[in-house]
T-cell receptor, first 113, second 113 residues
């Protein structure tokens, strides 16, 4: 079946460095992609989203890149801080208006002081 | 503006019992989605309610049911609890039936013994 998966389950980055979290999706009809951050004991927190008609979108210290050719999504976090330590999920929906978010397993990002 | 709230925060039940979890959506949001998150996994979509009617359902048995009230708060009911129902149950609210960003609550941690 269709699924959203992550390449790396864990990632450790030195504080101040940039980090890149990758995500592969298999549904070619995916239209809307979201990155969520989940800290221990909390619900997922929206970070940034991107629609399939875009290749790149930037937020505050974060950038999402979408490569539809290889069905790959990445989240770049610049100048990482200790507060960035969390599990990061990518999620997708197959078309605009669909109610269901399909989540990947998640990548645990640890920022080393 | 208040965020998504859920109650209770933690709950312990025994196999065969029934449980009701509650969610208050973010101010102005009329759509509520429920997700189940097993330990170490990404959230799995259970169902969504839009203006008091079910608007899509994931791969969960009928013993998972829900309600949405006129003030857009929602309940998730699970009958005949099984050990595998132990998980974090997340509620997310969004503005409208069309794809909008879903904002998550902190979740209810359910343990079935």
């Amino acid at each position: 079946g269709e699924s959203v998966g992550l390449h790396l389950p864990t990632l450790s980055v030195q504080e101040g460095d940039n980090s890149i979290i990758n995500c592969a999706y298999s549904n070619s009809a995916s239209d809307y992609f979201i990155w969520y951050k989940q800290e221990s004991g909390k619900g997922p927190q929206f970070i940034i989203d991107i629609r399939s008609n875009m290749d790149k979108r930037q937020g505050q210290r974060v950038t999402v890149l979408l490569n539809k050719t290889v069905k790959h999504l990445s989240l770049q976090i610049a100048a990482t801080q200790p507060g960035d330590s969390a599990v990061y999920f990518c999620a997708e929906t197959p078309w605009f208006g669909n109610e269901k978010l399909t989540f990947g397993t998640g990548t645990r990002l640890t920022i080393i002081p | 503006e208040t965020g998504v709230t859920q109650s209770p925060t933690h709950l312990i039940k025994t196999r065969g019992q029934q449980v009701t979890l509650r969610c208050s959506s973010q101010s102005g949001h009329n759509t509520v989605s429920w997700y189940q998150q097993a330990l170490g996994q990404g959230p799995q979509f259970i169902f969504q309610y839009y203006r008091e009617e079910e608007n899509g359902r994931g791969n969960f048995p009928p013993r998972f049911s829900g309600l949405q009230f006129p003030n857009y708060s929602s309940e998730l009911n699970v009958n005949a609890l099984e050990l595998d129902d132990s998980a974090l149950y997340l509620c997310a609210s969004s503005l409208g039936q069309m794809q909008e960003t879903q904002y998550f609550g902190p979740g209810t941690r359910l343990l079935v013994l």
